[in-house]
């Protein structure tokens, strides 16, 4: 079993609609989560940590469940620009980042 | 925000050649560094863990002796691709831990390593 677990996608929306991703993780040990964003032949750049608390940045939503070993992020008001593809990772200390294999976003006119 | 680039992005290669790949952290230090490999529509996997002044540590299943870590100073290190073959062909990108912020990666652009 994969240690951070996507759903690959895509997801194939239209502009203004919202959309959520899932992810999961194994290792109970994970210390924190973030969600990185990673276009096409790019390097993967941070969207925002998540925390249990839940936060928040503009159109961005990201949570996070321990409980159940549960992240997501919720994209409000999709634009064409967050066409790309949001990978889920933990780190599990040891400065270490575990990646998902991401899910893919297409925002459609 | 921290800067990280990477040298060269791309480059094209005749197998059994060796291939370096340097990763600079621009406006911090990093002991630390890490290099990941991707493939195509693949995660990113860690290779191996650069430590400034000591040897790197490398993930299960990577050869150290074919893909050679050195972490010279603060600010660079390199990665090379020791007698290349077609299954190494892949994007190679480099993060850099900024020390001022414990867990904050900052990522090169990668280098797109073509073995023919």
């Known amino acids: 079993r994969k240690e951070v677990e996507q759903d690959p996608g895509p997801f194939n929306v239209p502009e203004g609609a919202t959309v959520a991703f899932n992810c999961t993780y194994s290792?109970?040990?994970?210390?924190?989560f973030f969600w990185y964003r990673q276009d096409c032949r790019k390097e993967p750049k941070l969207l925002m940590s998540?925390?249990?608390s839940g936060n928040e940045d503009g159109r961005f939503t990201a949570q996070l469940n321990r409980a159940s070993q549960y992240i997501s992020l919720l994209i409000r008001d999709s634009k064409l620009s967050d066409s790309a593809t949001y990978l889920c990772?933990?780190?599990?200390?040891?400065?270490?980042?575990?990646f998902g294999t991401g899910t893919r976003l297409l925002v459609s006119p | 925000g921290a800067v990280v680039s990477q040298h060269p992005s791309w480059v094209i290669c005749k197998s059994g050649t060796s291939v370096k790949i340097e990763c600079r952290s621009l406006?911090?230090?990093?002991?630390?560094m890490f290099w990941y490999r991707q493939f195509p529509k693949q995660s990113l996997m860690l290779m191996a863990t650069?430590?400034?002044?000591?040897?790197?540590?490398?993930e299960q299943g990577v050869e150290k002796d074919k893909f050679l870590i050195n972490h010279a100073s603060l600010t660079l290190s390199t990665l090379t691709v020791t007698s290349a073959h077609p299954e190494d062909s892949s994007f190679y990108i480099c993060?850099?831990?900024?020390?001022?912020?414990?867990?904050?990666?900052?990522f090169g652009p990668g280098t797109r390593l073509t073995v023919l």
């Open positions: 993060s850099a831990r900024d020390e001022r912020f414990t867990d904050t990666q900052y």
């Open positions: 290792n109970s040990a994970s210390q924190s």
């Open positions: 998540v925390y249990s």
């Open positions: 990772v933990s780190h599990t200390g040891f400065q270490k980042l575990v």
């Open positions: 406006d911090f230090q990093a002991t630390t």
């Open positions: 650069s430590n400034e002044g000591s040897k790197a540590t490398y």
